[in-house]
């Protein structure tokens, strides 16, 4: 079954980002190139030349004076609820797929991206990563998700083991399907845990939930659109 790999991922990008705004304003989001953001898309800086991807992505640098740009992806954030079974989502964060590879991976890990897209039947130059925490029965339950604007996120599914890998995910159980709190869900289980992970499709957006057990995960799915 997959880890918390995706999540640890983006957690770590909040922590930069909270230590790094602590003496200044809030992160900004500005559209390609410090215009107006592109309905349906990730708002991010201009997208470098093929092999250069990277040149133009903001570094978050926890040092500086100043709270860096950093770009948002405002589509995905309406796309999580504002609280589940009556109590906040916390941690909500949604950021272009590009700049988090290049803030932790560098141009080797968008050159990785770029020969896996093809294999993984979606294309990756558009899409964001994000991620919230939900309380659910006084339990932490951490819901990444991957939007891919215009696609069909399933395609996903049934290569998931191919697609952890990228982000160091250990290697996934069989997926089985069924319906939660009235989401049609693909489940991955250990065969030595009680605790599962839950793929659930909306649209062009995969969310990821891992390592739970379904009474806290089923208000989660719930909550989702």
């Not at 390609?32 to 800086?45: D, F």
């Amino acid at each position: 079954m997959i880890r918390r790999s995706l999540t640890l991922l983006a957690l770590a990008l909040l922590a930069s980002l909270a230590i790094a705004g602590c003496g200044g304003n809030s992160p900004a989001a500005t559209g390609p190139g410090g215009g107006t953001p592109v309905p349906g898309q990730p708002t991010a800086a201009p997208v470098g030349a093929a092999g250069h991807e990277c040149d133009n992505i903001p570094k978050i640098d926890v040092t500086a004076s100043a709270t860096p740009v950093i770009p948002v992806d405002d589509v995905l954030l309406a796309k999580y609820p504002a609280s589940v079974g009556g109590q906040p989502i916390t941690n909500p964060s949604a950021v272009p797929l590009l700049a988090f590879i290049c803030e932790f991976e560098g141009q080797s890990g968008i050159s990785t991206i770029a020969t896996e897209s093809t294999v993984l039947g979606v294309d990756f130059s558009h899409a964001s990563e994000g991620s919230f925490t939900a309380t659910v029965n006084g339990n932490s339950v951490d819901v990444t998700a991957i939007r891919f604007p215009g696609q069909d996120a399933g395609q996903l599914v049934s290569k998931f083991s191919q697609f952890g890998a990228l982000f160091g995910a250990s290697a996934v159980g069989a997926i089985t399907q069924t319906n939660i709190g009235g989401k049609n869900v693909s489940v991955s289980t250990d065969s030595g845990s009680t605790n599962s992970t839950y793929l659930y499709v909306s649209g062009d957006t995969l969310f990821i939930i891992t390592d739970v057990a379904v009474a806290d995960v089923t208000p989660v799915l719930q909550a989702l659109p």
